[in-house]
């Protein structure tokens, strides 16, 4: 196992090497020449709109009309074309998503996806993505081609074929933690702020005790947050496969990740650890009584309004509420002057963070769209070239946002969200070479964690596994439904009996469902793909 592994790292260097060679050749600072050159050929004489279809809910500000309205002058100029948004809006989004694309009506043609949580690769091989060929991106996307390194595409890839543009090149980081009231926890004692779980309940009791009475709740949950896969991955070092369940059911431990392995199956002594805590939280008071049934809840405005101690998400929500002006909702500064946030992390006490996946966010043609070339030349523009990625990802300047003399982004005076805010969902195509950095953001709070992130940072194990669900998936059902049922009583300390008793008879559940039928058909295409 190790010498395969050091050979794949070797392989990827050269890979790297190669790829960087490319990319000096062509990049953002020159692709006004490189599409004067590839696309000198195309006929773009028919006007055509493309319809870019997003997750969330269509924005309503007149801003966004006009910045689409500029934008499409300059696409309309340069290849002929108009870009229309197709909102997918939150509710049952996934289910409507996947209805959408398998309509295969010609109504999309941009898709916006992702390997781990908008089903890319079932969407791919139920034939709803088109497969792009290498000839055919570096006619029609050729500096998006030429900056996004082979390895990367290699993980797009699937028997043969690329059927997605990996966002790439856009920092960030989505692994989940607590965000906490780091000047509560200084309060506490805890100088360093909340390092372990033990440390979160030392935080918790003095919030209780201090300022319980001024609190919605320590953690207004609607009961749909599960962190018992958080606390056993904050002592053991494992990693899920995602886009697999709901929950991280099936992965591998990072010293042998291709033995796969049921986590509430091997991590038994840990689950019931967890079980336990959350019923010893579930005494203390930590979320409502109600928490199961909890379903008005807005945790997060709550923290922005000092009305909680928590909030469970991830880093980039985390990066927004550490920053006093990244959100007029953030009045827990106007009240408290000293007021500031830390991050725990899942994983901190185990001393990892797994990178994100390069196909977290992906962009792809619709394999019924009628224009999939000009599809491909309209996102090359929109994640290349600098006057079209600053309209769709920041609006109309000095009304959506304006540059200060530093070069950051800033809102204007002017600005009231209502009707200078735009949205576009535009996750799939970002680029930190075209990124404007906000002044609202505590850089130096944010800079010293992803610091830290990198020096014990690994790579996520699974990149180029591509499962193959068919014969298991009722089976895959069968161990999702056991977990939703099972877990928000243990996550939530709502269960009778002892934390024995329940996580036994959760696991007995799973074993029912199918859990082991899985697990042996993931570790027979794991080793199929990584054992060879």
């Known amino acids: ?76 100029d340069r290849v002929n074309a108009e870009l229309n948004i197709v909102w997918i809006s939150w509710t049952d989004y996934l289910a409507n998503y996947n209805l959408r694309i398998a309509s295969m009506d010609g109504s999309i043609d941009l898709i916006g996806s992702s390997t781990d949580w908008l089903d890319a690769w079932p969407n791919a091989k139920r034939g709803g993505f088109l497969e792009l060929s290498e000839d055919m ?31 790439d090149n856009y920092s960030q980081w989505t692994n989940h933690g607590f965000a906490y009231r780091l000047d509560w926890a200084h309060e506490a004692g805890l100088a360093d702020g909340v390092k372990t779980w033990a440390d ?63 986590l509430y199956l091997a991590e038994t002594d840990k689950l019931v650890e967890y079980a336990k805590l959350a019923k010893e939280w579930d005494e203390l008071g930590v979320w409502p009584t109600d928490v199961l049934s909890n379903t008005g809840a807005d945790n997060r ?11 469970q998400h991830h880093t980039q ?8 002006k990244s959100s007029t909702d953030n009045t827990m500064y106007l009240e408290d002057e000293d007021a500031d946030v830390g991050f725990f992390y899942w994983g901190e006490e185990a001393g990892y963070v797994t990178r994100d996946l390069v196909t977290h966010g992906v962009a792809a043609v619709s394999a019924a769209s009628a224009n999939p070339e000009r599809t491909l030349m309209v996102y090359d523009l ?17 009304r959506s946002y304006a540059i200060d003399e530093n070069g950051y982004r800033y809102t204007p005076d ?50 180029a596994f591509v499962f193959d669900n068919s014969n298991v998936q009722s089976y895959i059902n069968q161990c999702n439904e056991v977990y939703s049922t099972y877990m928000k009583y243990i996550c939530f300390g709502q269960y009778s009996g002892t934390a024995e008793e329940i996580v036994a008879e959760f696991q007995a559940a799973l074993k029912a469902a199918g859990v082991d039928e899985v697990t042996a058909e993931l570790q027979r295409q794991i080793d199929a793909t990584y054992k060879k």
């Open 317 to 324: 929500t985390w990066t927004g509420l550490v920053s006093p």
């Open 200 to 262: 979160m309940t030392t935080y918790l009791k003095y919030v209780k005790a201090t300022y319980g009475d001024k609190l919605i709740a320590l953690w207004d949950t609607d009961g749909t947050a599960y962190p018992a896969s958080g606390y056993i991955c904050s002592f053991v070092k494992w990693r899920a496969i995602d886009g697999l369940a709901s929950g991280a059911l099936w992965g591998g431990y990072l010293d042998d990740p291709y033995t796969i392995n049921c």
């Open 414 to 463: 002017s600005y009231v969200a209502d009707k200078d805010s735009i949205s576009t969902n535009w996750w799939w195509g970002r680029n930190d070479d075209l990124e404007i950095p906000s002044a609202a953001m505590n850089w130096d709070a944010i800079n010293a964690l992803y610091d830290e992130y990198d020096k014990i940072a690994v790579m996520y194990p699974y990149e």
């Open 137 to 167: 991106l570096a006619k029609y996307a050729p500096v998006t081609w030429a900056t996004v390194p082979k390895e990367h595409w290699d993980v797009c890839t699937y028997d043969g074929n690329i059927f997605f543009i990996p966002e």
């Open 1 to 76: 196992m190790k010498k395969f592994l050091a050979l794949l790292m070797a392989a990827v260097m050269v890979l790297s090497i190669c790829s960087a060679a490319l990319a000096e050749e062509i990049s953002v600072e020159n692709a006004k020449d490189v599409w004067a050159e590839k696309w000198a050929d195309v006929d773009t004489s028919k006007h055509v709109v493309i319809n870019y279809m997003t997750t969330g809910d269509a924005p309503t500000t007149g801003a966004n009309a006009e910045m689409l309205a500029e934008l499409n002058k300059i696409l309309t």
């Open 382 to 398: 929109l994640r290349n070239d600098r006057d079209c990625y600053d309209l769709f990802n920041y609006g109309l300047k000095d």
């Open 301 to 311: 405005m709550e923290f922005r309004q000092g009305k909680v101690a928590l909030e």
